[in-house]
């Protein structure tokens, strides 16, 4: 029999992380679900493969995992009984500075807080009582905030004017929605550098440090400052936990099936075409990639109503993508900071080179403008650290980051080919000069590079290289993602919902936008909600 | 991890172990399989290493056994997403001066085979009207022989003979059985005369892992290699690995626990037997009824068993198993604006539309002598491969309008050069090839390629365990075939430690991917532990 034959309640376009928990959720639910996906290999963002040399597992995109523990999906879908295993870093951030210092945070608050006091002891004072209180209100934040449909802005502003958070929170105030992460920590804190520090930490979830309006989200962002995970064996293992959970409860993936348009019948959606021709929904059809390939590609543009079309029009994507450098390397590198503080040789994320607030404005406008900074300021990781099997023995596999423009101002996005290998050079040794000389030396084995056009060619929802699926704005955040009439999952086309990145409340592996999207499916098709029992 | 007890633990989840899951778990068993990698398949893989979009099978591409794998009948694989293309040209050799072409096609397809023969030499259609007609009326009989594992062998015993069935494979051919004691160069010479067709034959016998063109007692690869296995090549739409997606979904199925990035450091024993795993992490996987171990010998007994554990024969013969220097590649991978066009084509334009186009000589003996390169532990001068560009019957493997060009080179074991040399190896020879393609596809210039890659054997150690980058896990010369592979007291799958079975590629029918070795594993598992015959298909009778 062929495999689509008998078509499936649910059909999920796009084996992402957020398509395949949907599915997972229905599957479990007794639905017959199947997700297609267009690439080779389901995961979508869950990408790990050996771009340098065989056995050096580099995590092309999804590499900090900041939810697990947190977000609900892993425990309803078992994925640890499902084979997925995490590591938590004890030292989960620093910052490397140019004269030799070091910041480290750690899980332990107690010693972030003497890494802070090293720098500033009002400042670690001011930051223990703000992890005291974001730690209090984090499980309910996270909940309301991100577990649930969006609440409009003007609605969480009230809520708190009326509980009187002024007089309650430090911290917390109504003005949040007009101040930017970068006024916030101005307000709070005194040294450049632990400033820096916490704002790195809100750019790598891709908070732009000076955007006005998004120091609402930043509390709950800094609650999660010390829940970064790394999925041992690569992060594409959680898709593969995923496929069991799917498979297990009845439900299929067909990666390399590409879903080349939604079919509506009498109004509403009814399934989908592929190149192996019609596969038939019989309840609902759920889009886990992009809104502006959802409704312009994939659906006839008369199916459209014109509001739709021209709200999706005007999504706008993050002015900030990846170039990305996967190294294969010699060993676990040493710093010479470490003589300052020695954690820093443990650190997992680190922040090499933005050393004030001033230097994220800088860098941000120069890749606004579409130039590459001379002397990249890097996110780095080294995930053998606390996951030693993604390497050979002793050996260690790296990731560096740089915030990079789509479009060069030379060459725009195809640029890239002409640049990527000697700019990949230029970020490792920016990042071999920190190290002891010895390490700097001979420590590389190979490194590949991943341009953000390359990122965009293979992840195509990825658009503009914006791996949040949409960008971190006020203007495109909760009421507003991706678009007003669209926000809530659902479509203009009775059965056919959204349930990706580009939804509320963004990209990362968080499975909220899928979660979500499960919910409202629940209410309109009268599904029992077995995981949401108080 | 669900309980660190199972009944049956498998070590590899290439796609013998998977197989050997799969059963195993639908005869009631609780399974557990381990694989090292972060990726299940093992070499029935694909990967996007030239640019996006482009899939490229750098190890397995030739699905040649689909429809006798019984593991693709009894799991209804094309159900789960194993969907297969017959291309129409299964192979085909191109000219650098641009005369005819010489093509296979499917094994139906007998009489445009012979025609294209025909052009080069009357004679030779006919032989491979005759032969070609045979091997189809015996395509059962030779399944059966893949999908049997050898009888089981005592010391006291006589031992094994392979020259036995594959004499009577000539005689049942009806050609001289003295012919299974010669060389494959022997038996393509004596029945085809050109020289052109003899190259095809040349390049297609050794494609097969048929061992040395030139060594005595390779006959029977003849038959195989050269009668069966061109016009039965299927390719996987979406690439070779989407086979592993479906086996993968069969295993969950069934109620397999599967854990990949676990790879096992050592075997367990208990009072002499087989009792579980180690995992390089420490963790420990136990097994209350048996072990098998679906990945190389020397990594089985040798590391992880040890020799200390191991008989003195045992031991001998698993230390001295050979690997290489036949089946042995470098995997060319090249993302293309247009696919080639040859300068063949002008005589006959099926040479553009060939699965397996073959590039690069001009005669047999270019074929022979590359082939000796590698023995001699050199990378050939001439640089000529055979290649596929799947793109051309399946669009969801390479960007719209684009295309992904695979093949493969011949090259000398991994350990004949050093890491240094490989990586000039990689740096130069593409170039190579490339400028010598142009003489037989002049589009195939470096203006077509958009971004190129090459997998050296050295890879193909490190990234899938195969030692000298020998894709059968081991030689498939006449002393490592049959009942004789990997070594007598083994082939029948289960070893001198009660409990240790091997399910692997090092054991008959060899490397490939036929699912074989995983199956026969399973037909003595279930007799040894009393299990349901869970392979047994009253369609089928191996």
């Known amino acids: ?534 | 991890m669900s309980g660190t007890e199972h009944d049956v633990v498998i070590i590899g989840g290439g796609h013998h172990g998977l197989t050997c899951a799969a059963y195993l778990a639908r005869a009631g068993v609780d399974v557990c399989i381990l694989e090292g990698r972060h990726e299940w398949g093992g070499a029935v893989y694909t990967a996007e290493v030239t640019a996006p979009g482009f899939c490229h099978n750098i190890h397995a591409n030739f699905m040649e056994f689909l429809h006798i794998m019984p593991f693709f009948a009894d799991f209804d694989l094309p159900s789960l997403g194993a969907r297969t293309i017959h291309p129409e040209i299964q192979a085909g050799m191109a000219f650098r001066d641009g005369r005819p072409p010489v093509l296979i096609y499917q094994s139906d397809m007998i009489e445009e085979t012979a025609k294209s023969f025909a052009v080069y030499s009357k004679r030779d259609a006919d032989a491979w009207r005759e032969l070609k007609a045979k091997a189809n009326m015996f395509e059962l009989v030779m399944a059966a022989a893949l999908y049997t594992p050898p009888a089981k062998w005592n010391q006291s015993e006589s031992l094994p003979n392979p020259m036995l069935a594959t004499q009577s494979s000539f005689s049942m051919f009806g050609l001289d059985e003295e012919m299974a004691f010669k060389t494959v160069r022997d038996c393509i010479d004596e029945y085809f005369e050109a020289d052109e067709v003899r190259a095809l034959l040349y390049r297609v016998a050794i494609e097969f892992a048929a061992p040395s063109l030139e060594w005595p007692g390779s006959g029977y690869f003849f038959l195989f290699a050269c009668l069966f296995m061109p016009g039965c090549w299927r390719m996987m739409v979406g690439g070779t690995h989407r086979l592993n997606g479906a086996m993968v979904t069969a295993c969950i199925k069934e109620g397999v626990t599967m854990r990949e990035s676990s790879r096992v450091k050592r075997i367990l024993l208990e009072g002499g037997r087989a009792a579980g795993v180690e995992l390089v992490d420490g963790k420990r996987v136990l097994a209350r009824r048996a072990v098998v171990s679906a990945v190389g010998l020397k990594d089985t007994l040798l590391d992880m068993v040890g020799a200390a554990h191991l008989s003195d024969y045992t031991r001998r013969r698993a230390t001295h198993f050979k690997e290489g220097p036949d089946q042995v590649l470098g995997s060319v991978a090249m993302a293309l604006h247009e696919p080639p066009k040859y300068k063949s084509a002008r005589w006959d334009p099926g040479i553009d539309r060939a699965w397996y186009q073959v590039v690069g000589y001009d005669s047999a003996k270019d074929v022979l002598d590359y082939c000796r390169a590698g023995h001699c532990d050199r990378v050939p001068e001439l640089p000529a491969a055979a290649v596929w560009v799947n793109s051309l019957w399946d669009a969801t493997q390479a960007p719209a309008g684009k295309h992904n060009l695979t093949g493969w080179y011949f090259f000398p074991k991994a350990s004949a050069l050093s890491e240094a040399e490989w990586e000039e190896v990689r740096a130069t020879y593409n170039d190579k090839f490339l400028r010598l393609y142009g003489e037989f596809a002049p589009n195939m210039t470096r203006e077509n390629v958009i971004a190129d890659y090459l997998h050296t054997p050295l890879d193909q150690e490190r990234g899938m365990r195969m030692r000298e980058g020998d894709f059968g896990h081991g030689a498939m010369s006449l002393d490592q075939v049959m009942g004789l592979r990997p070594f007598a007291g083994v082939a029948h799958h289960g070893t001198e430690i009660p409990g240790l079975y091997l399910a692997g590629s090092c054991m008959h029918p060899g490397g490939g991917v036929t699912a074989a070795c995983g199956y026969n594993a399973v037909k003595v598992l279930c007799q040894d532990l009393e299990l349901p015959p869970v392979w047994q298909n009253p369609r089928r009778f191996y």
């Open chain 1, 1 to 534: 029999m062929g495999m689509f034959d008998q078509g499936f309640d649910a059909i999920i376009i796009g084996a992402g992380h957020n398509g395949m928990a949907l599915a997972g959720y229905l599957a479990k639910s007794g639905w017959s679900v199947a997700v297609l996906e267009r690439r080779t290999e389901e995961g979508g963002g869950l990408c790990t493969e050996e771009v340098t040399e065989p056995n050096f597992l580099h995590n092309m995109h999804s590499n900090y995992h900041p939810l697990v523990g947190i977000c609900p999906v892993y425990d309803d879908l078992e994925l640890t009984e499902n084979g997925v295993e995490y590591g938590h870093p004890d030292v989960q951030m620093g910052s490397i500075f140019a004269d030799g210092t070091a910041l480290t945070i750690h899980t332990d608050m107690q010693k972030t807080a003497a890494s802070f006091a090293r720098f500033s002891q009002k400042d670690a004072d001011t930051w223990m009582r703000l992890w005291d209180e974001v730690s209090g209100y984090m499980d309910l934040m996270v909940r309301t905030l991100m577990y649930a449909p969006p609440i409009a802005l003007n609605d969480i502003t009230r809520a708190l004017a009326s509980w009187g958070v002024e007089d309650k929170s430090e911290f917390l105030t109504a003005r949040l929605r007009s101040m930017s992460v970068a006024e916030f920590l101005d307000k709070h804190f005194e040294n450049d550098r632990i400033k820096a520090m916490l704002a790195f930490h809100a750019a790598i979830c891709a908070y732009q440090p000076h955007v006005k309006g998004l120091a609402v989200s930043y509390p709950v962002l800094l609650g999660k400052i010390a829940n970064w995970h790394v999925c041992k064996g690569g992060s594409h293992r959680l898709a593969h936990a995923l496929m069991r959970v799917i498979v297990k409860a009845g439900g299929r993936v067909f990666p390399q099936v590409p879903v080349t348009q939604i079919v509506v019948e009498g109004g509403r959606a009814v399934g989908v075409m592929t190149p192996d021709g019609f596969v038939r929904a019989h309840k609902l059809v759920a889009s886990s990639i992009d809104v502006n390939q959802t409704f312009e590609t994939l659906l006839e543009p008369g199916l459209v109503p014109e509001r739709t079309r021209r709200e999706v029009a005007e999504v706008k994507y993050q002015d900030a993508s990846l170039f990305n450098v996967h190294v294969a390397m010699n060993g676990l590198p040493r710093y010479k900071a470490a003589a300052f503080d020695p954690a820093i040789d443990r650190a997992w994320i680190l922040n090499i080179g933005f050393e004030s607030l001033a230097d994220f404005e800088h860098e941000f406008s120069l890749v606004r403008s579409g130039r590459l900074p001379e002397r990249p300021r890097l996110n780095a990781a080294v995930n053998s650290l606390y996951d030693p099997t993604d390497a050979p023995e002793g050996k260690a596999t790296g990731l560096l980051r740089v915030f990079a423009p789509f479009a060069l101002e030379a060459g725009g996005p195809e640029g890239w080919g002409a640049v990527a290998r000697q700019y990949g050079q230029v970020a490792l040794d920016r990042w071999c000069d920190l190290m002891v000389d010895d390490d700097a030396r001979s420590i590389v084995r190979r490194f590949a590079t991943e341009s953000p056009h390359e990122i965009s060619q293979k992840m195509i929802n990825y658009r503009f290289g914006d791996w949040m699926v949409g960008r971190i704005h006020p203007k495109n955040l909760l009421e507003h993602r991706p678009t007003d009439e669209l926000a809530e999952y659902r479509t203009p086309i009775p059965g056919l919902y959204l349930c990706g990145a580009s939804q509320h409340p963004h990209g990362y592996i968080t499975f909220a936008p899928g979660y979500n999207a499960l919910g409202v499916i629940a209410e309109d098709m009268g599904i029992d909600k077995w995981w949401d029992r108080v």
